[in-house]
């Protein structure tokens, strides 16, 4: 059964750091496009960053510089580490598979493997 999980959010204070984390199972996540999205309350759902199969990574905007994907092939994981964090970062964080032309401009995938989704709140 294929399945992601995502763990790693929490309360921080503006400026402080997350990982989030997206464990995959029931599949080899070294080979697929991963995403991450969030949704913040009364907010669309929005891409944040996106690693493709071949390695190449990601960003939204206004993450960049701030926000780094990678994946552990041996932990069969991507990460997602968030510093330099800011209030309008404060939402639901979500993983999922993606196709792999959609990751470049991080569109929600046709077809994605969604997890269940990790908070993150950005507040002092």
């Known amino acids: 059964q294929v399945q992601l999980v995502e763990s790693g959010g929490g309360l921080v204070q503006p400026g402080g750091s997350l990982r989030l984390s997206c464990a995959a199972s029931g599949f080899t996540l070294y080979y697929h496009a991963i995403g991450w999205f969030r949704q913040a309350p009364g907010k669309e759902r929005e891409g944040v960053s996106c690693?493709?199969?071949?390695?190449?990574?990601y960003y939204r905007d206004s993450v960049k510089g701030r926000l780094t994907i990678s994946r552990d092939s041996e932990q069969n994981t991507v990460y997602l580490q968030m510093n330099s964090l800011q209030p309008e970062d404060t939402a639901v964080y979500y993983c999922?598979?993606?196709?792999?032309?959609?990751?470049?401009?991080?569109?929600?995938?046709?077809?994605?493997?969604w997890g269940q989704g990790t908070q993150v709140t950005v507040s002092s």
């Open positions: 999922t598979t993606t196709e792999p032309d959609r990751c470049p401009t991080l569109r929600a995938p046709l077809l994605g493997n």
């Open positions: 690693i493709n199969f071949d390695g190449s990574t």
